[in-house]
């Protein structure tokens, strides 16, 4: 019986890096190049809820937080709008409003900066109508251009019906 010839362990085979640090670096220039930059989409200043209310000291120049209610069908569905106890028909009103109520200022200090819309959902709402209706009050893209409404937006805690 022959026998076998066993390879030292000892030879190592070097491993060379530059081929796969060159595909990481043109993978990093392709998605440098080809990212695009679009308006902001869907970029609100909400406050949620916390546990626990902490009291604050109320200040002077805060207006009166904008209740707006939003109710659901049994299958989730809108079901209806009221803007501080006043039936709204639909978003476009409820936009319409809302700008009938702070106007078109919105620089520093003024009414729309101010001003705070609390949102009451029902528990079973689809959620496009909780975005639909932030959308309606935040503001619109009219001519290209983004006009801000109201961006002091909060949500009443969940309440299970």
């Known amino acids: 019986m022959a026998k076998r010839q066993s390879s030292s362990l000892g030879d190592k085979v070097a491993v060379d890096m530059t081929p796969m ?9 392709f998605f440098m190049c080809t990212l695009k930059v679009v308006a902001p989409e869907g ?11 902490a009291a ?3 200040d002077d120049q805060q ?6 209610r939003l109710t659901a069908g049994a299958d989730g569905s809108l079901a209806g709008i009221a803007m501080n106890g006043t039936t709204v028909a639909d978003f476009e009103e409820l936009r319409k409003r809302v700008i009938g109520l702070v106007g078109t200022d919105t620089g520093p200090n003024s009414l729309a900066e101010r001003t705070e819309v609390e949102l009451d959902c029902d528990y079973s709402l689809k959620y496009v109508n909780v975005v639909r209706a932030i959308t309606a009050v935040s ?3 009219q001519d290209g251009q983004i006009v801000e ?5 909060k949500f009443t805690p969940p309440k299970r019906g």
């Open 21 to 29: 640090i060159d595909v990481v670096f043109q993978l990093m220039s």
């Open 43 to 53: 970029d609100f200043d909400i406050r949620m809820p916390l546990g626990a209310a």
């Open 56 to 58: 604050a000291a109320p």
């Open 63 to 68: 207006v009166p937080p904008v209740r707006v």
């Open 139 to 141: 503001g619109k893209v």
């Open 149 to 153: 409404l109201i961006k002091k937006i």
